[in-house]
C-alpha cells in the first residue's frame, strides 16, 4: 500500500487522478510532467485507441493503437473500465491494470475525455479525483493547435468546434485548473494530489493508528 510523503507511515488505497481538457489545453503535457516527477510516484494508466499514431507518439507509452475490431471485442467482454468515440475514433481504458494498482496501493493518472472520465465516476466515485483543464481564450487554444503541426485543417478545425461542447462539461469535475501559465497548473496539481492523499477516508491505516496512539501509556497521569 502506498504511504503519505511524510510523517508516520499509513497504509492507504490507491487513487486516479483524471486529468480532462478539449484537445491542446494542456492536459498531456501536464500528464507527463506529473509522471516525470519520480518523487509523486504516479502511474501513468495507458489506453487503447483506434486512431492512427501520430509521428511524436510511441505505441506502448502514449497509447496501445490497436485495430477496430480488437477493440470492440475488448469492449464487448467487459476488459474495459471505459470507452468513447471522440472524432471518429474509439478510444477505452483496460480494467484489470486499474484494479490491481489501486489494490496495491498505487496511484495512477489518466489523460482522457469527459465521457470517459463519467463512466469511471459511476463505477469507482470513491478511488476518483478528476480535474478539467481550461485554454486562457479559444484564440489560443486553436493557436496550441496549429503550432502542434500534426493535424490537417479540417481535423482542427473539428476539435475547436468539439473543444466548446467539451469545455461546457466543466462543472463535473472536482477541480477546474485555468492553464495560461504551465508551471502554476503543474504546482496546483500536485498540491491537489497532495490533499487528495491525506483525505482520511483513503488512509485506511489510520484507524490502527489512531487506536495505538490512545493506548499509549494509558492511564499514566500528566506531569
Same mark, same amino acid.
Given at each position: 500500500?502506498?504511504?503519505?510523503?511524510?510523517?508516520?507511515?499509513?497504509?492507504?488505497?490507491?487513487?486516479?487522478?483524471?486529468?480532462?481538457?478539449? =484537445?491542446?489545453?494542456?492536459?498531456?503535457?501536464?500528464?507527463?510532467?506529473?509522471?516525470?516527477?519520480?518523487?509523486?510516484?504516479?502511474?501513468? =494508466?495507458?489506453?487503447?485507441?483506434?486512431?492512427?499514431? *501520430?509521428?511524436?507518439?510511441?505505441? $506502448?507509452?502514449?497509447?496501445?493503437?490497436?485495430?477496430?475490431?480488437?477493440?470492440?471485442?475488448?469492449?464487448? *467482454? $467487459?476488459?474495459?473500465?471505459?470507452?468513447?468515440?471522440?472524432?471518429?475514433?474509439?478510444?477505452?481504458?483496460?480494467?484489470?491494470?486499474?484494479?490491481?494498482?489501486?489494490?496495491?496501493?498505487?496511484?495512477?493518472?489518466?489523460?482522457?475525455?469527459?465521457?470517459?472520465?463519467?463512466?469511471?465516476?459511476?463505477?469507482?466515485?470513491?478511488?476518483?479525483?478528476?480535474?478539467?483543464?481550461?485554454?486562457?481564450?479559444?484564440?489560443?487554444?486553436?493557436?496550441?493547435?496549429?503550432?502542434?503541426?500534426?493535424?490537417? +485543417?479540417?481535423?482542427?478545425?473539428?476539435?475547436?468546434?468539439?473543444?466548446?461542447?467539451?469545455?461546457?462539461?466543466?462543472?463535473?469535475?472536482?477541480?477546474?485548473?485555468?492553464?495560461?501559465?504551465? $508551471? *502554476?497548473?503543474?504546482? +496546483?496539481?500536485?498540491?491537489?494530489?497532495?490533499?487528495?492523499?491525506?483525505?482520511?477516508? *483513503?488512509?485506511?491505516?489510520?484507524?490502527?493508528?489512531?487506536?495505538?496512539?490512545?493506548?499509549? +501509556?494509558? $492511564?499514566?497521569?500528566?506531569?
Amino acid at each position: 500500500m502506498s504511504k503519505p510523503s511524510s510523517g508516520p507511515a499509513i497504509e492507504r488505497r490507491g487513487l486516479v487522478l483524471i486529468l480532462s481538457s478539449p =484537445s491542446g489545453a494542456g492536459k498531456t503535457t501536464l500528464t507527463r510532467n506529473m509522471i516525470e516527477k519520480a518523487e509523486l510516484g504516479l502511474r501513468l =494508466s495507458i489506453s487503447v485507441t483506434t486512431r492512427q499514431r *501520430r509521428p511524436s507518439e510511441i505505441d $506502448g507509452v502514449h497509447y496501445h493503437f490497436i485495430e477496430k475490431d480488437q477493440f470492440l471485442f475488448m469492449r464487448d *467482454r $467487459g476488459d474495459l473500465i471505459e470507452w468513447a468515440e471522440v472524432h471518429g475514433n474509439f478510444y477505452g481504458t483496460p480494467r484489470r491494470p486499474v484494479e490491481e494498482a489501486l489494490a496495491a496501493g498505487q496511484d495512477m493518472v489518466f489523460d482522457i475525455d469527459w465521457q470517459g472520465t463519467q463512466q469511471i465516476v459511476d463505477r469507482m466515485r470513491a478511488d476518483v479525483v478528476t480535474c478539467f483543464i481550461l485554454p486562457p481564450s479559444m484564440a489560443e487554444l486553436k493557436a496550441r493547435l496549429d503550432r502542434r503541426a500534426e493535424d490537417a +485543417e479540417d481535423v482542427i478545425a473539428k476539435r475547436l468546434q468539439n473543444a466548446r461542447d467539451e469545455i461546457a462539461r466543466w462543472p463535473l469535475y472536482d477541480y477546474v485548473l485555468i492553464n495560461d501559465d504551465l $508551471g *502554476r497548473a503543474f504546482n +496546483e496539481l500536485v498540491a491537489i494530489l497532495t490533499a487528495e492523499r491525506l483525505k482520511r477516508e *483513503r488512509r485506511i491505516g489510520l484507524q490502527a493508528f489512531v487506536d495505538k496512539l490512545l493506548s499509549e +501509556e494509558k $492511564g499514566r497521569s500528566p506531569r
